[in-house]
C-alpha cells in the first residue's frame, strides 16, 4: 500500500438527503437499525476504520442530525447543503474541509448503515494502482433503483442511475454501493467538473467516474456483499438492513460465548455486551445501553433497554443473575450478582442487590434493594404521585410480603418484615414487623351455609 503524503484520510459522510421515500416527519438518516440511528452507524464505521478526518453534510437547519453525527466520533466538522441539488454537490459542501488537502477522499453515504471499516480500507486501497477514483460496486438481489456500474477490460466506464439508464443497462446486475474513493490530488477538481445533465438535474457524484476518464484517469472499483452495503431508501429497506445487521451482532455474540436458542427470535443492539456463558432464550428484545454480564439467562420474552429518550442510565444484569420470563428492565436497572427478577416484574432506575429476589409480578422503580432481601408477589413501589418520583430504599435482608404498597418516599429496614397486603406510609425500623392492613374479623360461624340456603330459595322462587 502507498504511504499516506501526511495529509491523511478525509471522510465525508452524505446525510443531507429528504428521505421522501421514507413518509416520515424524521430525516432518513435519524431512523434506526439496532438502536443507533443509520448516520451513527456510518460514523461509527468511519472512526473505526482510523480515519480521524470526518465531515459530515447536513439539510439546511439540521441541528439534529449534526448533533447525532458529532455525537459517534471525535472531532466530526459538520456542513450544511442548503439545497439538495444531489450527491456531488452535497459532497462540494464540504468544500472547506476538501480545501485543505488530503492524501485521499472517501464518500459514504448516511444511508448506508452496514459498511465495515475493513471495506472502507479495501476501497482506499483499491487507488493504490494509480486510479484517480475507486468504486464500491456489489451485485444486488434486486437492482431496481441503484445505479449501474459499466465496466471495461480497464475498469469502470461510468455509473448511469437507474432512472437515466437504457434497456441494456439496466439489464447490468453489478451496482454502485455509493461509497467512493478519490486520490486525494484530484479529489476537488474532479467534483467541480460534474454537471447535471441528467433525468433528474442533479449533481449525481457518480458522474466522477466519468470525469475522471475524460482526464485520462483510470477508475477502479472492488465488490462487497449486499449485506455489507444495501442503502435505505424506505421502510421495507430499512426492516432489510436491521434484519442483516441483528443477523452480524448476534453472530458476533455466539461467536463470543453467547448461547442463543432461536437466535432469529432475539433482537440486540449495537452496543450490547454480553459476557461469557451467557444464555438467552427466545424472543428476547435488547435494546441499547445493556450490559449482560457472565453466566446470566435472559428466560423467554424478556424486554431490557437501557438507553431510552433522555434516560440513559443503561441495564446491569450481574453475573449468574436470571431475568424472567417476560421481565422488563428499564433505564437504571442494576442487578447485582446472583440476585434475580422473575416473571412479570419490572424494574426501573433501581439497584437490586446481591441475592435479592424479586420473583413475581412486581413493579420497582426508583428504590434500592439490599442483598438477599425477598421482594414478594404483586408488590408496588408507588413512587409517583402524578407530579414528582420519590425513592424506597428497602434493606438487606428485608422481607416484603405479597401484595404489599410501598408508598415513596420510604424507607424499610435492614431485616424488617412488612406483612402481606401492607400498604406503607412511614419508613419501618431494622428487624421489625409492619402490618399495615384492615384486621380479620372474627368468623362468624355458619354464616357462609346460611346465605347458600337464602339466595337458593329467593332464586327458586322467582324462576317460578
Ligand atoms: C445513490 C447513487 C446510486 C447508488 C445508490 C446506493 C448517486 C447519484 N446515486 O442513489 O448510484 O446505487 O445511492 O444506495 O449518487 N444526499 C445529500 N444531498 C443530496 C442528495 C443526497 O446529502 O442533495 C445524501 C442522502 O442523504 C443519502 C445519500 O446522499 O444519504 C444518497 O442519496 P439518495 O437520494 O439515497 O441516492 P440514491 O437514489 O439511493
Ligand atoms: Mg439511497
Redesign the pocket.
Known amino acids: 500500500m502507498r504511504t499516506d503524503d501526511g495529509r491523511g484520510t478525509i471522510a465525508v459522510?452524505?446525510?443531507?438527503?429528504?428521505?421522501t421515500r421514507m413518509r416520515s416527519a424524521r430525516p432518513?438518516?435519524l431512523h434506526e437499525i439496532a438502536g443507533l440511528s443509520l448516520v451513527g452507524h456510518v460514523v461509527r464505521a468511519v472512526a473505526d476504520s482510523g480515519i480521524g478526518r470526518v465531515a459530515v453534510?447536513?439539510?439546511p437547519d439540521r441541528a439534529d442530525v449534526a448533533m447525532e453525527a458529532a455525537r459517534h466520533a471525535a472531532g466530526v466538522a459538520v456542513f450544511e447543503?442548503r439545497?439538495?441539488?444531489?450527491?456531488?454537490?452535497?459532497a462540494l459542501?464540504a468544500r472547506a474541509a476538501l480545501e485543505q488537502g488530503c492524501h485521499r477522499l472517501v464518500v459514504l453515504?448516511?444511508?448506508?448503515p452496514l459498511v465495515t471499516p475493513a471495506t472502507i480500507g479495501r476501497l482506499l486501497a483499491a487507488l493504490d494502482g494509480g486510479a484517480a477514483v475507486a468504486v464500491l460496486a456489489f451485485r444486488p438481489a434486486d437492482p431496481a433503483?441503484?445505479?449501474r456500474v459499466l465496466t471495461d477490460g480497464s475498469g469502470v466506464i461510468a455509473?448511469r442511475?437507474?432512472k437515466d439508464a437504457s434497456d441494456a443497462e439496466r439489464a447490468v446486475g453489478l451496482?454502485?454501493?455509493?461509497l467512493m474513493a478519490f486520490d486525494g490530488r484530484d479529489a476537488l477538481a474532479i467534483l467541480d467538473a460534474i454537471g447535471s445533465a441528467n433525468a433528474q438535474g442533479?449533481?449525481?457524484?457518480?458522474?466522477a467516474v466519468e470525469v475522471a476518464r475524460a482526464r485520462g484517469r483510470a477508475v477502479a472499483w472492488i465488490e462487497a456483499a449486499e449485506a455489507e452495503?444495501?442503502?435505505v431508501?424506505d421502510r421495507a429497506q430499512l426492516a432489510a438492513a436491521g434484519r442483516l445487521m441483528q443477523e452480524r451482532l448476534r453472530e458476533r455474540a455466539m461467536r463470543g460465548g453467547v448461547t442463543m436458542i432461536a437466535p432469529e427470535t432475539v433482537h440486540v443492539a449495537w452496543d450490547t455486551v454480553f459476557g461469557r456463558d451467557v444464555v438467552i432464550e427466545p424472543n428476547v428484545f435488547i435494546g441499547p445501553g445493556v450490559r449482560i454480564e457472565d453466566d446470566a439467562v435472559i428466560h423467554a420474552s424478556s424486554h431490557l433497554v437501557g438507553a431510552e429518550g433522555k434516560s440513559a442510565e443503561g441495564v446491569v444484569v450481574g453475573s449468574g443473575v436470571h431475568v424472567g420470563p417476560f421481565a422488563r428492565l428499564r433505564p437504571g436497572a442494576r442487578l447485582a450478582k446472583g440476585a434475580k427478577v422473575g416473571n412479570f416484574v419490572e424494574i426501573k432506575a433501581a439497584d437490586i442487590g446481591p441475592g435479592a429476589k424479586v420473583s413475581h409480578l412486581t413493579y420497582i422503580g426508583d428504590a434500592s434493594v439490599g442483598a438477599d432481601a425477598n421482594i414478594g408477589a404483586g408488590t408496588i413501589t408507588c413512587n409517583y404521585d402524578g407530579f414528582l418520583k420519590y425513592r424506597t430504599e428497602i434493606g438487606a435482608r428485608a422481607f416484603i410480603g405479597s401484595n404489599s404498597a410501598l408508598v415513596a418516599p420510604v424507607r424499610i429496614g435492614e431485616g424488617a418484615i412488612v406483612g402481606a397486603g401492607s400498604v406503607v406510609t412511614k419508613d419501618v425500623a431494622a428487624d421489625a414487623l409492619a402490618v399495615a392492613r384492615g384486621r380479620q374479623q372474627p368468623d362468624r360461624a355458619g354464616w357462609a351455609a346460611r346465605f347458600r340456603e337464602t339466595m337458593s330459595e329467593r332464586k327458586a322462587a322467582k324462576a317460578r
Open positions: 459522510i452524505l446525510a443531507a438527503g429528504e428521505g432518513k438518516v453534510v447536513v439539510g447543503q439545497e439538495r441539488r444531489g450527491t456531488a454537490h452535497a459542501a453515504f448516511g444511508d448506508t433503483g441503484y445505479g455509473i442511475e437507474h451496482c454502485n454501493a455509493g442533479e449533481f449525481y457524484l457518480t458522474d452495503v444495501m442503502g431508501n
